[in-house]
């Protein structure tokens, strides 16, 4: 992403914990690229602007070959639905194939 905007990111911190990120920025240690439920989480002098780009995330899901539980079909339909929805907003397309019974 910054590549494509044409510099490169000099880190000095890194952080697992997105509220640790956040709080780098707030001690003025940085920026970070967050997602967009964390600024429900506000932190004295940080103010979350959303990316005008978007950016393709890949995910998948690791499960049993076997597994035909109502519990993981209800996973992935919710899953798929979630993806989809996301898609749609992003205007891309969805490759996610859930179980059928």
């Known amino acids: 992403m910054c590549r494509e905007a044409g510099f490169e990111l000099n880190i000095a911190q890194r952080a697992l914990q997105i509220s640790t990120a956040i709080s780098l920025v707030s001690a003025g240690i940085g920026v ?11 932190q004295k002098g940080v103010i979350f602007r959303p990316l005008v780009e978007t950016t393709v995330t890949e995910i998948q899901v690791a499960y049993r070959k076997a597994d ?17 929805e996301t898609q749609k907003l992003a205007n891309t397309s969805t490759k996610f194939q859930p179980i059928r019974k």
């Open 32 to 42: 970070t690229i967050v997602p967009e439920s964390a600024s429900s989480s506000p």
């Open 68 to 84: 035909a539980s109502p519990v993981l079909q209800n996973f992935l339909g919710s899953t798929h639905e979630v993806v989809t």
